[in-house]
C-alpha cells in the first residue's frame, strides 16, 4: 500500500490497517527520512532503528490522550511525522524550523520537551502521580534508550516508581544487544502467559480465596507467592530480575521489526495496572546500509548524499574537539599521568586518538556527567590528572561536583568544555551559553577561552603543566580556522592585539573575529579602536582598571548575567570609560546556524560596530 506522509491520517491508519500494510508504511517513512535529512541534516541512525517501534505505540496507545515522552528526543522523527508534521521536514533542525526534538509548542502530541539524556522515566513518573490525583486515567509512555539508561537519574526515577506502583509503561528501546531466537522465543512465549488477561485474572483470585480459609490460608498464600518468586528468577534473565525486583513488571526481549509482537507486548504492558517495562531490541541505522555500517557517524550528521552516504559540506579547516583531541594525545605521550574521561562521547569529543594510543588511560563513564567528574576529583586526589571532556550544556549535570569535589579540594582536574556558545540546529536544550556564569561563581577555578585552535593548545598545555588547581578550557563547535592572524602565544595573562582612545574592544575567546571585524568598520568610520584578546575570563585580573579610552565594550558567546561582561561592569563602574556589553540575550535561543544565531542577538561585528556609533550619536 501506498501512503501520503504529508497528507493522510497516519494516526487512523496505523490502528485500523493490517500489519502487511503497515510493513509497507514503515518502509515509506524510512525512504522519507533518508531522503529528507540528506538534505537537511539530523539525527538519522536513532530514528531509522525506531521506526516500527514508535509505528505500534501508536497503534496501542492514543495520544495525546495518552502521553508518549521521547528521551533525549533524537528518535522522536517518526512520531512527529506519524501526528502530522511530515510536510514540514523540509525545514527540520533549520532556523524557524521545524525542531529536531520535541516541542510542545509545534505539537500537543509532544508531551514534554526534551534534548537531554535519562530525564523521560522522571517526568512520565510527575505526569501518572498528577494523572492520578486528578483521577484521570489515561497511559503515559517514556521511551528510552539503552544509552540514557546509562545515567543516574534513570535509575532514580525507576526507584521512584517501582516504590510508588505508579502505573508507567516504559520502552527500553535497546540498539545494542541481539537475542537468539531460542531466547527470544521463549521469552515472548513467558510474556504472553504472564500478561494474559486470564493470567492475570486467575493469579488474583486465587490469592483472594487463599486468604479467605481461616488461619493457614495467608500462609499458604504467602508460601505459594515466595516459591512463584523462586522460579521467576530462576527463569528471567538477568534484566528482568533487576526490574522485577524494583517493582517493575518486566516484557522482554523482544524484536522490534515485529509488528505483531510489537502489538502483542504494547498491549499487554496497556492491560497491567502498575509499572511495566517493555524491553525492544533495535539496530541503529536499520534500512540504510551506510547508516547500518557508520552508525556513530549517522547518529547526527549533515546533509550528505544518499547514494554514497558521503558528507556534503566538509570543515574549512579541523574543528576544535579534534585540535583537543590530538594535543592532549601529545601531552599524554609525554606524561603519563594524564587520563582522558567522556560521558559517552569520545569520538564527538576528539578523544579517538587518545583511546587508540592511550586505553588504559580512557575512561568512557556513559551518559553520566556527575559520575564523570566525582570518578575525575578521585583520579587528581590520587596524583592523576584526568582531563574531563564534555559538552557545555551536560557539564551543567555535574554542578554540584564541580563545586563540592573538586573546587572545594582545589584539585587539577581539566574540564575540557566542548560545544561552548552558540551550537547551531539543535536549538535551545544544546547551546554552551551558561558555563561561563555557572563557573565563575565558583572559587579557585581557572577559566580559559581561546580564540583559535592554535590558542586552544597553548591553553591545554599551560592547563596541565603549569596550573595546580582546577582548569575549565571552553571552545566552541566547528572549526578552529579563523580569520585573525596569530595571536602571540599564550602564557596565563589577556592579550593586547592595539590600543584605541576612543573605543577598546575586549574579546572572549571565539567573539575575536566579530570584534575585529567590528574594530575595521568603527576605524573606517574615524574612531580609534583598540582590541584585546581576553583568554583568562578568571581569576579576573582588572587589567583595564586604568584603560585610556572612551568606551570599553566586552563580548562574549555567553549570557550577561553572571557572564564576563557583568563582572567587568561592576568592577569598573566607577572608571573614568563607559561600559557596553555584547553577549547572548537572556532568554532560550532557537536553532539556526551560528551566523543566523548571532545575528538574531545582536553579535556580528556589523551589529557591534553599529552599537558603538550610535552611541557615539548620542554623546554627540
Known sequence: MIYDLEHDDLLQAVKEDNYADLEDLCQQIRDFLIDKISKTGGHLASNLGAVELTVML????????????????????????????????????QYKGLSGFPKAYESPHDAYDTGHSSTSIGAAAGYAAARDLKGEFNQVVAVIGDGAMTGGLAYEALNNIGSRKLNVKIVLNDNEMSIAKNVGALSSHL?????SDNYLKAKSSVKSTLKTIPVVGSRISGNISATKERIKFSILSDQAVFFEELGIKYIGPISGYDLEMLDEAF???????GPVIVHVTTKKGKGYPYSEKYPRKFHGIGPFDKDTGEVLAK????????????????????????????A?????????????????????????EQVAVVFAAGLAKAGMVPVCAI???????AYDQIVEDVCLQNLHVIFAIDRAGLVGADGETHHGVFDLSYLSSVPGIEILCPADGNQLEEMLDYAVNVCKGPVAIRYPRGSSVSEHLRIKAFTGDNIRLTEGKDVTLL??????????????????????????????????VNTWKDLDTRLVVTAEDNVYNGGFGERFAAENQHADYEVMSVSVPDEFVEQGTVAQLRAQCGMTGEQIAEGVLKKFERKA
Open 58 to 93: 501508536h497503534r496501542v496507545f492514543n495520544s495525546p490522550e495518552d502521553k508518549i515522552i521521547f528521551d533525549v528526543g533524537h528518535q522522536s522523527y517518526v512520531h512527529k511525522i506519524l501526528t502530522g508534521r511530515a510536510s514540514e521536514f523540509d525545514t527540520l533542525r
Open 191 to 195: 510474556t504472553r502467559l504472564r500478561t
Open 267 to 273: 498491549t499487554a504492558a496497556k492491560a497491567i495496572d
Open 315 to 342: 570543515s574549512e579547516g579541523p574543528s576544535y574537539s579534534k585540535v583537543f583531541g590530538h594535543k592532549l594525545n601529545q601531552l599524554a605521550d609525554n606524561n603519563d599521568k594524564i587520563v582522558a574521561i567522556t
Open 344 to 368: 559517552a562521547m569520545g569520538t564527538a569529543t576528539g578523544l579517538g586518538p587518545f583511546y587508540k594510543d592511550h586505553p588504559e588511560r580512557f575512561f568512557d563513564v556513559g551518559i553520566a
Open 391 to 397: 559538552y557545555s550544556s551536560f557539564l551543567q549535570r
Open 507 to 540: 574579546a572572549v575567546g571565539a567573539m575575536m573575529d566579530p570584534c575585529l571585524k567590528a574594530a575595521e568598520i568603527l576605524r573606517e568610520n574615524g574612531l580609534d579602536t583598540g582590541v584585546w584578546n581576553v583568554g583568562r575570563v578568571k581569576p579576573f
